[in-house]
């Protein structure tokens, strides 16, 4: 059975953390622990009883709650598959860069790696054109 806990919105990874910290690894209540990252404020555990799951969780830090509403796994398999956008950017395309560092530069393509999903770039505006490597989630083709 899985159960959705609450807890501090941000602090999901510290939750699991601090369960960890708590059970020592290893616990009769619960059997997995998942935390969706496009779900913020949740994390799901698998356990087979809600009592001994809220007994475990009971004073561990950024724990809301538990609640006792079992979750079917049909409804988690979303966060299961890996959602691969096509890559639309090719060398030699003029890029501005929408976030890091970075952010509203406009870059040129010098290499695109598809297993890591990451461009080399130079910056345009650069007086010295040094090769910087960004995640293609933060580039957007530049309309002219």
Known sequence: MIF?????????KTAIDS????????????????SPAELKGYIFVEGD????????????????????KEVNIDQLESFFEDKVEEINIKEGDTVEVIGGPFKK???????????KREAKVELVDATVPIPITIKLELLKICNN
């Not at 959705?4 to 941000?10: A, F, H, I, M, P």
């Not at 369960?19 to 998942?34: D, E, F, L, P, Q």
């Not at 530069?105 to 297993?115: P, S």
């Open 49 to 68: 009883d809600v009592d001994n799951i809220a007994e475990v969780l009971r004073d561990v830090p950024h724990v809301r709650g538990v609640i006792r």
């Open 19 to 34: 369960i960890n910290v708590k059970v020592g690894g290893v616990s009769k209540a619960i059997k997995a622990i998942m």
């Open 4 to 12: 959705t806990v609450r807890t501090t919105v941000g602090r999901e």
């Open 105 to 115: 530069e406009k870059a040129k393509v010098t290499r695109i790696n598809e297993q």
